[in-house]
C-alpha cells in the first residue's frame, strides 16, 4: 500500500538526521523549513562516542568522521589559578571502552554530512520557505498549515522545530522556555590567532566563579573555536545578536589572565543567551512526536544537545521499522528516550553549577574530587551518556 510521507517540522540538525533515519527504512518524509535556506551557525560542536554511534546507524559514519578533529583530551582547567585540574584521556583505552571516538567538529560539516545524504535521496523531500504553524489529525494522517502556503498532509508530524517549537506549544502550552540568564559569546578564530602555548589539541574548559572559557581546533586545525559564558542573570532570550569585544570580557576581572587574553583574541563576537525547560513526561500526542530540542531543550553542559536530537532520530527510525501502527511507533519511541533526555537535561544544570560555574568551597571540593579520578572511573561515569545509539533507554 502507498502510504502517505511523514511530516518533519525543521530542518536542523534533529529532523535531517530523523529523515535521512527514516529514509533508511524506506520510508519517504517531507522536511518543512521555516528558513530560505538550510544550513548551521558557523561554530563548533563536539560528538561524544554516543553521536558516532548515530552516524553509524544512519550510514553516515565515514562522512561524520572525515570531517572531525580527533582530540586528545577532555581539559578542565582552574580559571582562577590556571593550573590543570584534570584532564580525560580519548585515546585507545576510551576508543575500545565506548567503541568510537570522541571528536570536535564544525556545525556546517555535521549538518552538511546529513544535508547531502537528504538532498540526493528519492526519499526525502526538503522544503524551504515552510514555516509550520500548527496541525490537526484525524486517526488516519496529520495535516499542518504552514504559512502562506498549502495545508500538507502526511501519516505522521515529526515536530524538530527547536527550542521554540510551535507544534510544542500546540501540544504541551507551556510557554516560552526557562531564561538560564547564562550569556554565551562565540567566535571562531584563525589558528595564528590563538596564544601559542594554549594551542592544545583537546576540548579546554577553563572553569571560573560564574563563568567559563572553553576552546578547541576545528577544520583541519585551521580554526578555533571560542565559547565564553557570564552568568549574568539576564532575563531575556538573545540568538546570535553580534556583540564588541568590550562587551564580552566584561566581568572576567576575577579570573587569571592566561584565561582572560583567550576573549582579547575572539573576534565577531555573538551572544546567545541560553535556555531550556524542565523535562516533562509526554511529548507524543496521537500521530505527532517531539524531537531533539522541541522535546528536550538543555543547556549546553554536557555538550549533548545535538548528539541527543540524533538518538532520537535513531531511535524514531527504530521505532518505525518495529511497529506497522504509527501510533504505537511513537509511543515506544517517547518510552525509550524519556529517562536519558531528561537526565542530561537535569545533570546539565548540575554541572553548570557544580562545576562549570562554583567558587570558593565548592570549587576547592570539585578540583579534589575531580584530580582524584582515574581514566577508568570517568569512563564508567560518562557510559550512561556516551554509551549506546538512543534505542535503548
Ligand atoms: C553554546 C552552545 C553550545 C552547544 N554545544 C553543543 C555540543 O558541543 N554538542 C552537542 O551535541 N550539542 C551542543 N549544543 C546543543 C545543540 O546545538 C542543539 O541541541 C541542537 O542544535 C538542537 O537541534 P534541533 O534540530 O533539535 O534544533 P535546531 O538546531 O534549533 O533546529 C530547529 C530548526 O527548525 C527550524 N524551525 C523553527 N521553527 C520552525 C517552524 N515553525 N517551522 C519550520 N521550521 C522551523 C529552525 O529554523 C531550525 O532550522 C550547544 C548549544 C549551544 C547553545
Redesign the pocket.
Known amino acids: 500500500m502507498h502510504e502517505k510521507p511523514v511530516l518533519i517540522?525543521?530542518?536542523?540538525?534533529?529532523?535531517l538526521a530523523a529523515a535521512v533515519g527514516l529514509a533508511r527504512k524506506g520510508i519517504a518524509s517531507i522536511v518543512?523549513?521555516?528558513?530560505p535556506q538550510?544550513g548551521?551557525i558557523g561554530?563548533?560542536?563536539?560528538?561524544?562516542p554516543n553521536?558516532f554511534h548515530c552516524f553509524d546507524y544512519l550510514g553516515i559514519g565515514d562522512q561524520a568522521r572525515a570531517q572531525a578533529v580527533y582530540i586528545d583530551a577532555l581539559r578542565l582547567m582552574d580559571a582562577q589559578t590556571a593550573e590543570q585540574i584534570t584532564a580525560i584521556p580519548l585515546d585507545a583505552p576510551f576508543r575500545a571502552h565506548f567503541g568510537n571516538p570522541y571528536a570536535v567538529v564544525h556545525?556546517a560539516d555535521l549538518h552538511g554530512a546529513l544535508l547531502d545524504f537528504c538532498a540526493e535521496s528519492p526519499l526525502v523531500d526538503l522544503r524551504t520557505n515552510?514555516?509550520?504553524?500548527s496541525y490537526t489529525q484525524d486517526g488516519k494522517s496529520v495535516t499542518v498549515a504552514?504559512a502562506g502556503q498549502a495545508a500538507i498532509t502526511g501519516r505522521a508530524l515529526i515536530a524538530?522545530?527547536?527550542?521554540?517549537?510551535?507544534?510544542r506549544q500546540q501540544m504541551i502550552g507551556d510557554g516560552a522556555p526557562r531564561v538560564s540568564g547564562h550569556t554565551?559569546y562565540?567566535s571562531v578564530i584563525p589558528t595564528e590567532q590563538m596564544p601559542e602555548d594554549l594551542r592544545w589539541n583537546a576540548a579546554t574548559l577553563w572553569a571560573g566563579p560564574k563563568c567559563h572559557i572553553v576552546h578547541y581546533p576545528l577544520k583541519g586545525w585551521k580554526v578555533f573555536n571560542l565559547?565564553v559564558t557570564y552568568h549574568r542573570d539576564v532575563k531575556e532570550a538573545i540568538s546570535g545578536r553580534p556583540v564588541s569585544k568590550a562587551e564580552v570580557g566584561r566581568g572576567f576581572e576575577h579570573i587569571h589572565p592566561r584565561a582572560q587574553q583567550i576573549i582579547e583574541h575572539g573576534s565577531d563576537w555573538k551572544l546567545?543567551v541560553?535556555c531550556d525547560r524542565d523535562p516533562i513526561s509526554n511529548w507524543v500526542d496521537g500521530r505527532v512526536a517531539l524531537?531533539?530540542?522541541?522535546a528536550h531543550?538543555?543547556l549546553?553542559y554536557f555538550?549533548?544537545?545535538?548528539?541527543?536530537?540524533m538518538e532520537d532520530a535513531v531511535c524514531l527510525s527504530h521505532c518505525f521499522e518495529a511497529f506497522d501502527d504509527v501510533e504505537n511507533a511513537l509511543s515506544d519511541y517517547q518510552s525509550r528516550r524519556l529517562v536519558k533526555t531528561a537526565r542530561v537535561q537535569m545533570n546539565s544544570r548540575l554541572i553548570g553549577e557544580y562545576i562549570y560555574h562554583p567558587d570558593g568551597a565548592q570549587a576547592v571540593v570539585r578540583n579534589h574530587v575531580m584530580a582524584g579520578m582515574t581514566p577508568q572511573k570517568w569512563y564508567d561515569q560518562l557510559t550512561w551518556i556516551y554509551g549506546g545509539n538512543g534505542i535503548d533507554p
Do not use: F, K
Open positions: 517540522a525543521g530542518g536542523g540538525i534533529g529532523g518543512l523549513e521555516q528558513a538550510l548551521e561554530a563548533g560542536i563536539q560528538i561524544a553521536a556545525r515552510h514555516r509550520v504553524e504552514c524538530a522545530d527547536g527550542l521554540n517549537s510551535n507544534i554565551t562565540r565559547v546567545w541560553l524531537l531533539g530540542d522541541a531543550p538543555m549546553q555538550a549533548q544537545g545535538a548528539s541527543m536530537a
